[in-house]
């Protein structure tokens, strides 16, 4: 693995170290070595981020000046282009993602849905006439104005750090709001490369800065307690979510969060060609550990013989598949850490005790490299009561539930306290639209459409969430409107 130069924090245009030149271990999954050095910031670290990005936003023409900041937004996206191989060494090295995750979401889908939000942009409506009316013996004209919010405190996961921390800062910084992007300690690069690429572009000082810290609590519970940030958006767990809520709370904070998911993918009886729809459900993408995956697989009782069968066929043919760095047709590596692959091994031993079938893997792989790797892994015989069913496990864990008919499948699906993605498999189109339909979830693919583009709207129902991020209506997320009220002269 190579060694990355050391990570430093952004603050007020100025990339530096952090107080004292404190630093933490980046360590990279692949091997479990150290990868470099990411500045570790002290809470008057995260002090002078916020207050520069407040004097940004309240002292300078950011908040009204479109032409401007578009102009370094699509700079800011022409660096980020020209640095791919960059990209493409931090998503592999520091994410642990394999090449096929990196050659789709984790860069290539980053740059393209970022240039999304760009061609969206000059779409936004800035005001809106709401006409005159005559009343108490008067006429007064009706417009609203729609203006940044202010300070942003963007809080971003590591599982698609780059892809999720364009959405935030972009879509912020095209509305018109100053940020403070927080990264998760386990992949700190995929956040400065941000704050690099901004002082490289020419931001104004404060726009945009980027704080690190290895403790995973301090520096968000500053942004989100502090009532100079005016919003926090959040992409993690639904636990950690419900904690900003309440803690935004005090301060009146808006929060715009992308949680969990335990999605659900139901293939009917009359699928053409049932096997290969149900063996292309075997969750290993990027080791499971993405919020829209599907893992929850939902097959007709009377097939279900057939789809077990067709699984375990179809684990065992991608044993050896996975794993594997330099492989460019590899869609599964390690998982993010150790701390996560011994959550998901615990999750394993759990579905074993709480009586389900494990059909295909199950084991840490130690012989696979001294990185984080745990085997793609497959549950049947469950029932959607199950904490295997429930709960989201954020790794390669498949769990296959029966169902009776289509409203079983229904039921099932929605047996959940999440609704963020699902899918739903047909010979019948307007069968499948009418399931789909009928499904509580923020986007369902119906016979593999995609719902999921940089120009649409991203989010979850229930505990997934609130909000939308991507498209028009991500960048509107950071508005606010003003309703003004006028008597012509």
């Known amino acids: 693995m190579p060694m990355f130069p050391e990570a430093k924090l952004f603050i007020d245009g100025v990339l530096r170290p952090a107080e004292g030149g404190k630093t933490y271990d980046n360590i990279g999954p692949w091997t479990g070595d150290v990868i470099g050095k990411a500045a570790d910031a002290s809470a008057a670290d995260v002090e002078a981020a916020i207050a520069a990005a407040r004097r940004a936003f309240d002292t300078t023409d950011w908040p009204t000046n479109h032409e401007k900041r578009f102009a370094l937004v699509k700079k800011l996206h022409e660096l980020f282009v020209a640095n791919t191989d960059r990209l493409v060494a931090i998503a592999r090295n520091e994410v642990g993602a394999p090449l096929v995750a990196v050659n789709r979401a984790q860069v290539a889908n980053c740059l393209d849905s970022w240039k999304a939000l760009m061609d969206a942009y000059p779409k936004l409506n800035w005001e809106k006439d709401y006409g005159a009316k005559q009343a108490y013996g008067f006429t007064t004209q009706r417009q609203a104005v729609y203006e940044a919010i202010g300070v942003v405190g963007a809080i971003t996961p590591w599982n698609f750090p780059l892809y999720v921390n364009a959405e935030k800062v972009v879509s912020a910084l095209l509305a018109g709001c100053t940020v403070i992007l927080k990264p998760a300690p386990d992949t ?7 704050g690099e690429l901004a002082q490289e572009a020419g931001f104004p000082p404060g726009v945009l800065n980027v704080i690190t810290a290895a403790d995973p609590a301090m520096a968000g519970e500053m942004l989100v307690t502090d009532p100079r940030v005016d919003l926090i958006t959040f992409t993690g767990s639904t636990a950690i979510g419900k904690h900003i809520m309440r803690q935004g709370a005090e301060t009146m904070k808006r929060v715009f969060l992308e949680l969990g998911g335990k999605s659900a993918s139901i293939i009917l009886e009359d699928t053409p ?6 063996a292309s459900s075997i969750l290993v993408f990027h080791a499971g550990q993405g919020c829209a995956v599907t893992s929850r697989l939902l097959v007709p009782k009377a097939r279900y013989e057939e789809a077990k069968a067709i699984l375990k066929a179809t684990y065992e043919a991608y044993s050896t598949k996975w794993g594997h760095f330099d492989d460019p047709a590899c869609a599964m590596g390690p998982v993010v850490s150790k701390k996560q692959m011994e959550r998901i091994k615990g999750y394993v031993d759990l579905g074993v005790k709480e009586g389900a079938t494990l059909l295909a893997g199950g084991n840490l792989r130690p012989d696979m490299g001294t990185g984080w790797f745990i ?10 009561k199950m904490r295997i069913a429930q709960e989201e496990i954020f790794g390669p864990v498949l769990v296959v539930i029966p169902f009776e008919d289509d409203e079983d499948a229904i039921r099932i699906a929605n047996d959940s306290p999440y609704g963020l993605s699902g899918s739903v498999q047909s010979g019948d189109l307007n069968r499948a639209l009418n399931i789909a339909k009928r499904i509580r979830t923020g986007t369902i693919s119906v016979n593999g ?6 120009e649409l709207p991203f989010g979850g129902y229930k505990q997934s969430g609130i909000g939308r991020a991507w498209g028009i209506e991500g960048i509107e997320e950071y508005l606010e409107t003003k309703l003004i009220g006028y008597r012509a002269a």
Do not use: H, K, W, Y
């Open 449 to 454: 459409g995609l719902p999921i583009s940089g």
């Open 273 to 278: 060609n049932f096997a290969q729809a149900v």
């Open 188 to 194: 700190p690069l995929a956040g400065v490369i941000f």
């Open 375 to 384: 085997e793609p892994t497959c549950f049947v015989d469950v029932n959607n």
